[in-house]
């Protein structure tokens, strides 16, 4: 069965550096999306995707995010200069048009030190 | 404001008690998802809601759109069901809102 890939499962960082989190949706799939959790809280929209542009972004989605879908497949998320409350695990999500429903991956836990 | 309640916020029960955990949300939507999320983080689809009531093995899920409240179900609990369940809902292709989850564990 089709599944949604990140990668890596654990990135570890120090302050004030850039990290990319890759993602590999569903081929079929258009619609895509980020959620954080930080640990002991809810998950959290950041931004999705369609159409090769940004359709909606939340508050947290601030200067230091990108994303971006380079080649068709991946879908990145870009941490310009990482800060301690960005330590958090960020979940990948994608969809096709005609469903509500959205696939998960597994998730990169990023750890800014 | 939450969007999304969800009750209780923990729960402990026996093996093979008869579990319910509630979501109660606040605007119009167009699916309500029930979620499982296991210690390694990973989320699970369990089910996706618009009307009525769906079942998956001893899981089920209803939902009652006049009262913007769902429930989901356990039968015959079990240790392995032990996670967070978490309530969520969208509308159209956007984000999925959640709830904050309940943690379950099972006894044995």
């Known amino acids: 069965e089709p599944e949604v890939t990140q990668t890596p499962s654990h990135q570890v960082t120090q302050m004030g550096q850039e990290v990319i989190l890759r993602c590999v949706p569903i081929s079929n799939h258009l619609y895509f999306y980020w959620y954080r959790q930080i640990l002991g809280q809810k998950v959290e929209f950041l931004v999705s995707?369609?159409?090769?542009?940004?359709?909606?972004k939340s508050e947290i989605f601030d200067d230091q995010f990108s994303v971006e879908r380079p080649d068709g497949s991946n879908f990145t998320l870009k941490i310009r200069s990482t800060k301690l409350e960005d330590s958090a695990m960020y979940f990948c999500a994608s969809k096709v048009r005609r469903s509500y429903e959205q696939y998960f991956g597994p998730g990169t836990r990023l750890t800014v030190t | 404001k939450n969007e999304v309640e969800q009750s209780p916020q923990n729960l402990t029960a026996q093996e093979g008690e008869f579990i319910t955990i509630n979501c109660s949300y606040s605007v119009g939507i167009s699916a309500l998802h029930w979620l499982q999320q296991h210690p390694g983080g990973g989320i699970v689809s369990l089910f996706m809601l618009s009307s009525g009531k769906k079942k998956h093995g001893r899981l089920i899920a209803t939902i009652n759109i006049q009262e913007k409240h769902s429930s989901l179900h356990i039968t015959a609990s079990h240790p392995r069901d032990s996670a967070v369940y978490i309530c969520a809902f969208n509308f159209g292709n956007e984000k999925l809102t959640f709830g904050t989850g309940t943690r379950l564990t099972i006894i044995p």
């Open positions: 995707f369609y159409n090769n542009e940004i359709s909606e």
